[in-house]
């Protein structure tokens, strides 16, 4: 077949576009090299930012929401610092069109600076997520401060536990989608050390995944402290489940009540429980903890990615500001049955979970509840958020056992006027 | 595009024994042979369109070993893979294919009997199959041959983008759909497709869904699923063609009963005339004298080709030499289900154990050769007589 067109195409100029010789081409240029491979550069060239959109005709997520062609023209050829790029912070919403039971973010940060360098495309989809929150114009109040709390002591005939979890991320180093295996051993070591330099109740020990014995696995599954390798697609598709289960632990108290998970989804999850009802100590120890903890890596040079507009940077967009889920464990069997529930937790900004976590539905009587808002308000503001709903709650639970009437509150403003 | 950051070279920043994985626990051929040295030295290269040494061995770092088989631990990104990370993948494929040195060169042979000549390939037509029409239907239930074929100046399923995907699904399609006679077909995207029309494609076994499997999820292949993904079949349903799954295209000639013979025949014809016409539109597929067709996985090098039936040997299975008869034989057995499954019902899924090193006619031909052995011993065990003097030799 040793025509012309043959001969052309075996020459060594590598940049022959398929679509200037007719012949049937597809508008993207197509290229053919015997002898010289395309560079990446050369790719983007060849591939504009129209045929990498990604399809999302059947997508139902907040990043699908908002990204338009013209976005990800803008974004497509950025890089943060870091070398993370806008195909990886999508990736996780363009593989997973939708979940059942809540509408998905679909998008993750690299590093800390992926919320600046795609900022087009993660301010309206926070906007989304955190209820009309402008990253660009508000500014989002810290405060740990748990001598403010007030009424923090549940009925213990309905809560059955209390809980407070939040988030944070070392400065400086990548976050799980993003970090090379040396850089999240790093997230371990500064983890690990700071937490080893605790004392009084909070003095605790440090479980690897890897080095675990049987013995210690099977305390920690039944302590429910041990965290798996990652199922869920929504998180394998954002690649945090690499090297599993290289520089991944778990950090307790001895008493059990102050727990630390490193390099799960975020470098470090921290989590204040106890049994029962007295959720301003599980708050109380939280902040006291996290204080500590901060203090110690701060002496040793490190600190927490923390901005006055999107406070404390995780992972997850969902999870900005303070990260913080306070929620109990409560028995509600007569008003759980009650038409008007749903609507009650919606005006007092509650979400409800079954008690396996974010993709269970609820068992018995049994729920989870915990705040629906982490950006906008302060930790301070959302604990007493909770309080003050839980016992609500407990109020119309017990109205209802007497047979008395309940009623739906007025709906919770969002942001601080 | 790189998944992960495994492309960042600032991890550069970080000394090598840092960054080197954690292999103690693992059992693939990229652990055994990637030692801290070999990292060290490979970790800031990468191929010209961006796929480093942990881009090809994140999916042997996340899956430590297989109950079944012993797994290949990395895959290659784009062409180039193969020459950039030589000092890794040469001897990752001497391993797998049976001692295959650097030095070596492999034969392509598509030429079952009398078919036209292609310039660029070196065939020799004094191999052909003998016999190979005739395996016992009532022990053969099916006979099929597939491979791959990868698109020279397109990266492979871990890497590609989006529109590098696309491009290949419309090329394929283009080429597909001028096929005539028996190769007369259609094309069904998967994110078109009606309800009625994946149903047929799941009842005539020809559907593939969204990988599973943690080897290939950790490679990076199923990103963007099912964007650009799609199965071809002939009218006659006995020649078919998945676009973009592990592969830029698997080949596959299939159909029911033993005669293996035809199945090749319209195998090497139908890869021939597809070959043909991606190189009327400017593309050839990516192919070196060292390494014959160069696929996404290392182990698919080579030929690419699996030849196999599906057999019924309930009793030869059950006898106590039967792994060294198929040793000896160099085939393999799977179950019907495919690579992770188990037999059911005393049916084998029995091929060729190859990929590299030999011609797709002499892989064929051995599982003739072996598949008919194996049905005379069953015979032999079900009348209650010995197979001791049919024991073959290493091939």
């Not at chain 2, 992770?340 to 051995?366: K, W």
Request: aromatic fraction near 8%.
């Amino acid at each position: 077949m040793a025509s012309s067109f043959t001969r052309m195409l075996s020459g060594r100029n590598t940049a022959v576009l398929m679509a200037s010789l007719g012949a049937g081409a597809m508008a993207t240029g197509y290229l053919l090299s015997d002898s010289e491979a395309v560079s990446a550069a050369e790719r983007r060239k060849l591939y504009p930012p129209s045929s990498d959109f990604p399809d999302l005709r059947k997508h139902n997520n907040c990043m699908a929401s908002a990204l338009t062609p013209a976005i990800y023209a803008r974004l497509r050829d950025k890089l943060t610092p870091n070398n993370w790029s806008l195909d990886q912070c999508i990736q996780t919403g363009v593989d997973n069109p939708g979940h059942p039971f809540i509408k998905t973010v679909g998008m993750v940060a690299g590093d800390e600076e992926s919320y600046e360098v795609f900022a087009d495309i993660f301010d309206p989809v926070i906007k989304d997520r955190h209820n009309g929150y402008d990253p660009k114009t508000m500014k989002h109040p810290t405060d740990l401060d748990a001598s403010k709390i007030t009424s923090g002591m549940f009925d213990e005939r309905y809560v059955l536990s209390s809980r407070v979890r939040t988030g944070r991320s070392i400065r400086g180093l990548s976050l799980p989608p993003a970090c090379s295996r040396a850089e999240r051993r790093e997230v371990e070591r500064v983890a690990v050390q700071a937490l080893s330099g605790l004392k009084g109740d909070l003095a605790g020990r440090y479980y690897s995944l890897s080095d675990m014995t049987e013995q210690e696995q099977q305390r920690l599954i039944d302590d429910h402290f041990l965290f798996d390798k990652p199922v869920s697609p929504l998180l394998t598709c954002a690649f945090m489940a690499r090297d599993w289960p290289d520089a991944r632990g778990i950090w307790h108290n001895n008493e059990k009540t102050f727990l630390i998970w490193v390099n799960e989804e975020d470098h470090t999850r921290v989590i204040s429980m106890e049994k029962g009802g007295n959720m301003k100590r599980v708050f109380e120890r939280f902040c006291r903890g996290l204080k500590q903890v901060e203090q110690l890596i701060q002496e040793r040079g490190w600190e927490f990615m923390w901005n006055e507009h999107l406070g404390y940077i995780l992972t997850c967009p969902s999870n900005l500001g303070t990260g913080l889920r306070a929620g109990v464990h409560v028995r509600l069997p007569k008003l759980s049955k009650d038409p008007r529930f749903g609507k009650i937790l919606d005006n007092l900004r509650l979400q409800k979970r079954g008690t396996g976590g974010v993709d269970t539905a609820a068992v018995g009587d049994t729920f989870d509840i915990s705040n629906n808002d982490r950006l906008g308000k302060s930790e301070v503001e959302l604990v007493q958020l909770v309080i003050d709903g839980v016992n609500y709650l407990i109020e119309c639970e017990k109205r209802l056992e007497k047979g008395q009437d309940i009623k739906i509150p007025a709906p919770i403003p969002q942001f601080k006027k | 595009m790189p998944f992960g950051n495994t492309h960042n070279l600032l991890k550069m920043n970080y000394s090598a024994e840092q960054e080197y994985p954690d292999l103690t626990k693992h059992n693939n051929h990229m652990a055994k042979v990637l030692t801290p040295e070999m990292y060290a030295a490979l970790r800031d290269k990468q191929t010209p369109s961006g796929f480093t040494l942990d881009d090809v061995i994140q999916t042997g770092v996340d899956n430590p070993g297989h109950p079944f088989i012993m797994t290949v631990g990395c895959v290659a990104g784009d062409e180039e893979t193969y020459d950039v990370f030589k000092d890794l993948l040469d001897p990752v494929i001497e391993d797998r294919h049976g001692g295959y040195k650097p030095t070596d060169k492999h034969k392509t042979d598509l030429n079952p009997e009398n078919l036209q000549v292609y310039p660029h390939s070196t065939l020799k037509p004094t191999l052909f199959i003998t016999g190979g029409d005739d395996l016992d239907p009532n022990y053969v239930l099916s006979s099929r041959v597939r491979t791959g074929r990868s698109i020279r100046g397109f990266c492979l399923p871990p890497h590609c983008s989006r529109g590098e995907r696309r491009a290949i699904e419309n090329l394929s399609i283009e080429s597909l759909n001028v096929l005539d006679g028996e190769f007369k077909g259609k094309y069904y995207a998967l994110k078109n497709m009606t309800e009625e029309e994946q149903q047929q494609l799941i009842d005539d076994h020809f559907l593939f869904d969204k990988p599973v499997s943690p080897l290939l999820l950790a490679s990076g292949m199923a990103r963007d699923w099912p964007d650009a993904r799609g199965i071809w079949h002939n009218d006659d349903k006995t020649f078919l063609v998945w676009v973009n799954e592990e592969d830029h295209l698997r080949v596959i000639s299939m159909q029911k009963g033993g005669n293996m013979r035809e199945v090749f025949t319209r195998f090497c014809t139908g890869l021939t005339k597809i070959e043909a016409l991606f190189k009327e539109r400017g593309h050839e597929f990516m192919w070196n004298e060292h390494l014959g067709y160069v696929l996404t996985c290392p182990s698919n090098l080579g030929t690419g080709l699996r030849g196999g039936v599906h057999v019924k040997l309930p009793n030869v299975s059950k006898h106590e030499k039967f792994g060294e008869i198929l040793k000896r034989l160099r085939l393999q057995k799977r179950g019907t289900g495919g690579v992770d499954t188990a037999a059911v019902g005393g049916v084998f899924d029995i091929s060729n154990a190859d990929r590299l090193g030999f011609s797709e006619v002499e892989l064929v031909q051995m599982v003739v050769d072996g598949v008919k052995l194996l049905i005379e011993m069953e015979k032999r065990l079900e009348a209650g007589e010995s197979i001791d003097d049919l024991m073959p030799d290493q091939k």
